[in-house]
Nanobody, 115 residues
Framework: QVQLVESGGGLVQVGGSLRLSCAASGITSRYSIMGWYRQAPGKQRELVAAMNTDSDTNYADSVKGRFTISRDSPKTTVYLQMNSLKPEDTAVYYC?????????WGKGTQVTVSP
């Protein structure tokens, strides 16, 4: 069973930066996709960024140029560097791990950007 542990959320002012981390354990396959989703109050969960083990990335248009996703060498930890944060980035951020047809989720970490 894959377990995901997130860290790095918090409160930051507009224009500030945060770095989220998500460590995965219980992995049995080399190929996977790890990413970050977010859900703001009253809105649907949306993809923020994702990266596969071949380092291919996918970003939401709203974060391109501001956020950067990366993975460590064993491909078991994913990071999200968030710069130039805006109030509309306020949400609970969830780590996601896709292994074949299985999708696993972290518990989420709150990111709040104050005006």
């Amino acid at each position: 069973q894959v377990q995901l542990v997130e860290s790095g959320g918090g409160l930051v002012q507009v224009g500030g930066s945060l770095r989220l981390s998500c460590a995965a354990s219980g992995i049995t396959s080399r190929y996977s996709i790890m990413g970050w989703y977010r859900q703001a109050p009253g809105k649907q969960r949306e993809l923020v960024a994702a990266m596969n083990t071949d380092s291919d990335t996918n970003y939401a248009d709203s974060v391109k140029g501001r956020f950067t996703i990366s993975r460590d060498s064993p491909k078991t930890t994913v990071y999200l560097q968030m710069n130039s944060l805006k109030p509309e980035d306020t949400a609970v951020y969830y780590c996601n791990y896709v292994l074949g047809v299985h999708s696993f989720w972290g518990k989420g970490t709150q990111v709040t950007v104050s005006p």
